[in-house]
């Protein structure tokens, strides 16, 4: 087992090389820069620059150099020193960047998959113990739902219905009056409250999805000879339930979260732009529109890596 570990891991260095030569090559491929769409705003808003000051600028930031140059250096930060390269958009270090939006965006992603699971995993061993009764056809149209209903409809939706029927608006992390108050109990709470509609969005996105795994897997464990010989001992159903076919059932849950983690990341983005949450979704957004390279590139290995872990 553990050779086996080794060798998965020295195979994660190319993949994970490929997929950054890949993003990088990806992120250069529309035409211009982030220095000559800046170039271009300024003139636009009647700001002349002189050639000597775009030059300069394109060399401060290193786009008179050949792509597969910035790219060493951007791959030579990462290696030694852990160090992302530069925000253009936000004129700091991408690390920065990432250290401001990653706290939420995991704090939400994690909450949404337990979300996830707490309604799906009961709704699925109740469909897959009571088959083809009216709960079992509810949850199975429940859940087609989920699956169909796009995450940024049912964001403005909610967010209408919040604020039309509670006077509570979700968007954003803070309401007007707490945002430039110091952090306070108050503040925190209020800053939870606004995290509570997003985490169940995103949540159900993935519910319906979990349902029918969950009911599909009980079902064939509860067909199995272990759990006929089970109820010929007269053991109890609650027992033979959960002492063996919940638990196996659970294993392709368990086998997921790996590849929900990067699904569950790049999942919030349009929802966390639609309710103004500052996570890594708007930030990728905003960062792809600005041609903010080594942000974009970054935001994209960090998820690339994510997959290929899990």
């Known amino acids: 087992m553990f050779l086996y570990i080794i060798r998965r891991v020295i195979m994660l260095i190319p993949i994970i090389f490929l997929i950054s030569v890949v993003a990088f090559i990806v992120i250069e491929l529309p035409p211009g820069d982030w220095v000559s ?11 002349e620059l002189q050639e000597e000051e775009a030059a300069r600028l394109t060399a401060m930031y290193g786009f008179d150099q050949p792509s597969y140059i910035r ?20 004129g700091k270090p991408v690390n920065d960047v990432l250290a401001d939006k990653l706290p939420y965006t995991l704090i939400i992603s994690f909450s949404a998959l337990i979300v996830s699971w707490l309604i799906a995993i009961p709704i699925g061993i109740y469909s897959a113990t009571h088959p083809y009764s009216l709960v079992d056809y509810v949850a199975t149209i429940l859940a087609f739902v989920w699956v169909a209903t796009p ?8 967010a209408f219905w919040v604020y039309k029927y509670f006077d509570f608006s979700p968007l954003g992390l ?28 995103i949540g159900l996105s993935g519910t319906g999805a979990t349902i029918r795994v969950m009911r599909a897997n009980l ?13 010929a001992k007269g053991l109890p159903e609650l027992a033979i339930l959960f002492k063996y076919p919940v638990r196996l059932a659970f294993n392709p849950l368990f086998s997921t979260i790996g590849w929900l983690l ?49």
């Not at 041609?291 to 690339?304: C, E, K, P």
């Open 174 to 201: 803070n309401s007007t009056q707490f945002l430039d108050a110091p952090m306070d109990t108050a503040k925190m709470i209020d800053r939870i409250k606004h995290l509570i509609l997003p985490i169940i969005i």
């Open 37 to 47: 769409n800046y170039i271009n705003n300024l003139r636009t808003s009647g700001i």
């Open 219 to 231: 079902m064939d464990e509860l067909k199995k000879q272990y759990v006929t010989t089970a109820r």
């Open 71 to 90: 790219y060493a250096r951007w791959m030579e930060g990462i290696i030694t020193q852990g160090n992302f390269g530069w925000s253009f958009q936000w």
């Open 262 to 310: 990067p699904a569950l990341i790049s999942g919030e983005v349009i929802v966390s732009v639609v309710l103004s949450i500052p996570t890594m979704g708007p930030t990728l957004l905003r960062a792809t529109l600005a041609q903010d390279m080594y942000l974009v590139g970054s935001i994209i290995l960090i998820l690339s890596v994510l997959t290929v872990i899990g």
């Open 151 to 158: 995450g940024f409809l049912l964001a403005f939706v909610a």
